[in-house]
Structure formats: structure tokens, C-alpha cells
């Protein structure tokens, strides 16, 4: 009996450890495949190199530029979205309807990305050409507003959660001094949630940044830097999805991992940065 | 005067913002209804062949989604109970033996792990199929074994975290009187604080379930193709219903594989709806357990 009980213990320690180890492994796999980038300095004239395939130049500069413009612009799009939805479902809209909208955004979480990208592809797309007359219509633009649609449900369930977790009494004196409800959310709940705020941000960017399908479907995956954000870009995660390199050793195909690292490194970064807020959504409950 | 402007402002720009995301949401899902609605039948599915020579696996599907739908479930299913074991017993571990230091490295990881890109686990999985061709065995391809092991490290951290999370939100009484009364550790753990946080648990685990279901990042770098049949064993090639989706978005060869996509494209939506409505009740159920019903 005692015996098995140790077992069953110890079973869950295994489990812990070696979920534990696939971080790290994750990690280790792509720095061992894309060992060759690192001798001599060539990881970051990759970084800062275009993508000549002509010219035996394989830098990926190109794409960090596309994850940056892509992710960023649909920040720009989501974030007062998403800070006007969340203040409707919290404070400034009726109550009922802003239960139902939370309803409505909690679903969204569900809708696969997949979805988002075929519904862009036939019905936003051809609008963008039409509306600017400028190329095929899958561009920078397009994909950051779809990619601002994907990433709004998380950030305003997240906005609203810190909305709530203001404490009553200071709702309840704004409404002994007589305040309206925009005042309540201007002057008491947005200063005191700020640090939620700009964690959501946070986290929204990572999963900006991190997302494949929209950009892949939508952003045209040029490899050239865009000019303006109609032009056709190809982001990072994209160009880890679209490369079947027939030769595992060719420069090429490394390149690959420097995409990964570089997402990884991002990735981890906005963990850590969360995390240094300790505000991370579920240790707050 | 400038604040009564501002204040004025702030009311009409959230209706002005739930408007917006209303009216992209029914634009989103209702332009899939009506341009798919119509293909949505026993065809789409089946193709040519008979459903119950299909459902017994005598014939092949040629034309039909069957594979791709059949494909999904397997994986789902293959990389769940992968997933499930290691997933429900870390998240014990950290919620009852883990403590301290040790226990804020490992969330650390497991945050960490929870943030990165599914391209980038798919990008792994890739790379140790490559390895094991290498080094172990030249049968190895990228394949179904591959994508579900891949999608099991993707839900791994969420599995984690919902145990944990359900476990740790335990109120102290209830974790307390087993003990008292003289039961171990590990039958408190399983007759007491798993049985009261199953609904957490399990709501947890429907979500992953959905995330494994509607991931096509990681399954495309991993061994799915655009057509592979019903998979015939864990080490073949196989269809997925977001790789459909997304293959026929890139390349259609006509209007009727279009169609095909419209309806491929309803039918993961309602699973991973229906996937999703199946955890939001169990959770609710929940509340209503610890709130109205001690």
C-alpha cells in the first residue's frame, strides 16, 4: 500500500518534470538544428539582412518587419476596441446587454483561427481592393484587422476582470458625490486598472505576435519590406509555415530556427514582463 | 468643459465599439451560414460513396470530408490522452506537493510554455520527427503520432494550470476534515479535493480538447496533407478539418471545393461551439454547486 502510494507521488512529480523539460527542450531543439547561424556572428547579420535567395542571402529582417507592422497596427486597431467593450460590459452599457455581450465575447474565445482567415480571405479581402484599388487586396492592413478581431475577446475578458476587481466602496462613493457613470469609469476604474490594462496589452501583443493563420492567409507573404500597409508582407510565424526545404542542411532551411528562436525569445519575454507585474489572469482569483 | 465633452464622448464610443464587434461577429459567422449553409448534407460528407459502407471503413471517400473529419477526431483523441495523464498529474503535483521556490520555477516554465507560439511547437515536433529520421529509424515521417504529441505539449500548460487552479480554490475546511478523521495524503487527494474540483477539471479539459481541435499551425508542420484517405495507422499521414479549411482557401481548383470549404468551415465551428457551450455549462454548473447548493 505504501509502495503504491509512493509510486502514484512520484508519478506526479515525472509528470511535472517533464513538462517542465519540453519548455526547456522546445528551446534546446532549435538551438541545436540552427547551431550553424550562431558561428561567427551570422545569427544577427541575419537579422538585418534582406531575403536574397538569388544571392545566397537568407535574412529574415524582412519578416521581422512583417510580424512587428502586422502585430503592432492590430494592436492599434484592438486596444480601444477593447477598452470601449469592456467599459460597455462593466460599467457604461445596460446591464442586461452587457451580459450578453460578454456571452457573446466569451464565444468568440472559441471561434478557431482558421475560420477568421477563410471569412477574411472571401469577404474583407475584396473589399480592401476594391475600397483602395491598391494590388490583391492581402496586405498589412487587412491582416491587422482581422488579426485585431482575434485578439480583442481575450483582451477585453481580461480588461473587464480588472475592471471588477475594483473594490465597491470606491464605486459607491462616486455614487454618494452624485457621479455619473462615464465619470465612475474615467476618473475611478481606468486609473485604478491600469496595471490590468497594460498586462492585457502585454499579453495581447504576445498573442499578436504569435498567431500563424491569419498572417499566412491573409498578408499575401511577400518577402520584400513593405512600403506602405498596403503592401503584402510575410511575418515570421508565416515563413516557419510556408518553408518545405527539401535539404535539411541547406542555409535556408536554418533560417527557420532563427525564426523560432526569435519567437521564443519574444514569447518569453512577455511572459517574464507579465509575470514581473505578477498579474498573470489566474493568480489574481 | 473639456471633461463634459470627454465624459459625453466615453459613453458613445463604447456603444460605438459593441456595436462594432457585434456587427463583425454576425458578419463573420452569418456570411459562413448563408454562403454554406445550403452545401451542409450527406454529400458534403460522403462524397459518392454509400455513409454506411464509409462508417465501416469497405470503401474509401474520395470527394467527402469523412477522412478530414474522421482524421480530426483521432487526433483530438490521440493527443488528449496524451495530454490528460501528464497534464492532471503535474497540475496535482503543483497544487499539493509543490512548494516555494521550486514551485515558482516551475509555473515560471509552465507560463512560458503556455506563451509560445503553436508554430513554434509545431516547429519542434517537425524537428524531432527529422531527428528520429536521422538517428533512430528512417520509417519515421512526420505523422499523426508526431502531430498529436506535438498538440499534447501545445494544451499541456492549460491542463496544468485549470487542475491547479481548481485544486488550490479548494476552501480550507473541505481539505482539512479527511486528514483529520485519519485519511493519507493521497486519499484525501482523490476521494475528497479531486471529486469537489472535477467540474474545474473537466471544463479545463473540454477546453483543451477544442484547442486541439481547431489548431492547424501546429498539424501542418506535422504531418497533415490535403488528401491521405482515412489514416490508416498512428505512423501514416492524415487529413484534419482546419487543414481542409485552410488548403482549399489557398487553392481551389473549383466552385464546388470552394462550397466544400464553406461547409468544412460550419461544421469545426459548431464541434468547437459545441465543445465550448459543454465547458461554459459545466463551469456555470459549478458556481451554482459552491454558491446555492453547499
Redesign the interface.
Known amino acids: 500500500m505504501k509502495l503504491i502510494d509512493r509510486s502514484i507521488e512520484k508519478f506526479f512529480w515525472i509528470a511535472a518534470v517533464l513538462s517542465l523539460s519540453i519548455t526547456v527542450l522546445i528551446f534546446g531543439f532549435m538551438v541545436i538544428l540552427g547551431f550553424p547561424l550562431f558561428k561567427g556572428g551570422q545569427f544577427f547579420e541575419l537579422l538585418s539582412q534582406p531575403w536574397l535567395p538569388d544571392y545566397g542571402t537568407y535574412g529574415i529582417y524582412p519578416m521581422i518587419v512583417g510580424t512587428l507592422s502586422i502585430s503592432l497596427i492590430g494592436l492599434v486597431f484592438a486596444f480601444p476596441l477593447s477598452l470601449g467593450c469592456s467599459a460597455f460590459i462593466s460599467v457604461l452599457g445596460p446591464k442586461r446587454f452587457g451580459r450578453v455581450l460578454k456571452k457573446i465575447v466569451q464565444m468568440m474565445t472559441g471561434i478557431p483561427t482558421v475560420i477568421y482567415g477563410f471569412v477574411g480571405i472571401f469577404l474583407l479581402v475584396p473589399i480592401i481592393r476594391e475600397l483602395f484599388e491598391h494590388g490583391s487586396g492581402m496586405c498589412i492592413l487587412s491582416a491587422s484587422i482581422l488579426l485585431a478581431i482575434l485578439i480583442s475577446p481575450t483582451m477585453i475578458l481580461f480588461f473587464s476582470d480588472s475592471f471588477d476587481q475594483v473594490p465597491k466602496p470606491f464605486l459607491d462613493a462616486v455614487d454618494a458625490l452624485g457621479g455619473n457613470k462615464a465619470q465612475k469609469i474615467l476618473y475611478v476604474i481606468l486609473p485604478y486598472s491600469l496595471r490590468g490594462v497594460i498586462t492585457g496589452l502585454i499579453l495581447a501583443l504576445g498573442r499578436a505576435m504569435g498567431d500563424t493563420m491569419i498572417a499566412l492567409m491573409i498578408a499575401g507573404n511577400a518577402v520584400a519590406i513593405p512600403d506602405s500597409v498596403l503592401d503584402s508582407t510575410r511575418t515570421l510565424t508565416a515563413h516557419i509555415a510556408l518553408i518545405i526545404a527539401a535539404d535539411f542542411e541547406s542555409l535556408e532551411f536554418k533560417t527557420l530556427f532563427a525564426c523560432g528562436i526569435i519567437l521564443y525569445l519574444f514569447t518569453t519575454f512577455i511572459t517574464l514582463s507579465v509575470r514581473s507585474f505578477d498579474l498573470m489572469p489566474w493568480r489574481r482569483k | 468643459m473639456m471633461n463634459r465633452v470627454?465624459?459625453?464622448g466615453?459613453?458613445g464610443?463604447?456603444?460605438?465599439?459593441?456595436m462594432?464587434?457585434?456587427g463583425?461577429?454576425s458578419?463573420?459567422v452569418g456570411?459562413?451560414l448563408i454562403?454554406g449553409l445550403g452545401t451542409i448534407n450527406i454529400t458534403l460528407i460522403f462524397g459518392e460513396t454509400d455513409p454506411m459502407d464509409a462508417l465501416f471503413f469497405r470503401k474509401q471517400v474520395f470527394d467527402g470530408l469523412f477522412p478530414a473529419i474522421l482524421g480530426t477526431f483521432a487526433l483530438v483523441a490521440l493527443s488528449v490522452s496524451f495530454a490528460i495523464?501528464?497534464?492532471l498529474?503535474?497540475g496535482?503535483?503543483?497544487a499539493?506537493?509543490?512548494r516555494g521556490i521550486v514551485k515558482r520555477v516551475?509555473s515560471?516554465?509552465?507560463?512560458?510554455?503556455?506563451?509560445?507560439?503553436?508554430?513554434?511547437?509545431?516547429?519542434?515536433g517537425f524537428?524531432?520527427a527529422?531527428?528520429l529520421h536521422n538517428y533512430f529509424s528512417s520509417r519515421i515521417y512526420p505523422c499523426l503520432l508526431i502531430s498529436a504529441l506535438s498538440l499534447a505539449?501545445l494544451v499541456?500548460?492549460y491542463l496544468?494550470?485549470t487542475t491547479q487552479?481548481s485544486l488550490e480554490?479548494l476552501p480550507e475546511d473541505i481539505r482539512r476534515t479527511a486528514p483529520a478523521l485519519g485519511a493519507?495524503k493521497?486519499q484525501n487527494i482523490f476521494h475528497v479535493l479531486i471529486p469537489r474540483s472535477l467540474s474545474g477539471i473537466a471544463s479545463g479539459v473540454i477546453l483543451s480538447i477544442?484547442r486541439c481541435?481547431?489548431d492547424?499551425?501546429v498539424i501542418?508542420?506535422t504531418g497533415v496533407v490535403a488528401t491521405a484517405g482515412v489514416p490508416k495507422s498512428v505512423f501514416s499521414n492524415y487529413e484534419a478539418l482546419?487543414f481542409y479549411?485552410?488548403y482549399?482557401?489557398?487553392q481551389y481548383s473549383n466552385k464546388q471545393k470552394l462550397l466544400s470549404?464553406y461547409g468544412a468551415?460550419i461544421i469545426?465551428?459548431v464541434i468547437?461551439?459545441l465543445?465550448?457551450a459543454i465547458a461554459?455549462f459545466i463551469k456555470h454548473r459549478l458556481t451554482y454547486h459552491v454558491l446555492y447548493k453547499p
Open positions: 470627454l465624459e459625453k466615453v459613453t464610443f463604447s456603444w460605438i465599439c459593441a462594432v464587434l457585434l463583425t461577429v458578419c463573420i456570411y459562413l454562403k495523464p501528464i497534464g498529474a503535474a496535482i503535483y503543483m499539493e506537493y509543490c516551475f515560471l516554465f509552465f507560463d512560458i510554455l503556455a506563451g509560445i507560439p503553436s508554430i513554434v511547437v509545431g516547429l519542434f524537428s524531432v527529422i531527428f505539449f499541456l500548460p496544468i494550470r487552479v480554490n493519507t493521497l477544442g481541435a481547431e492547424t499551425a501542418m508542420l482546419p479549411i485552410y482549399i482557401s489557398s470549404g468551415a469545426l465551428l468547437c461551439g465543445l465550448f461554459f
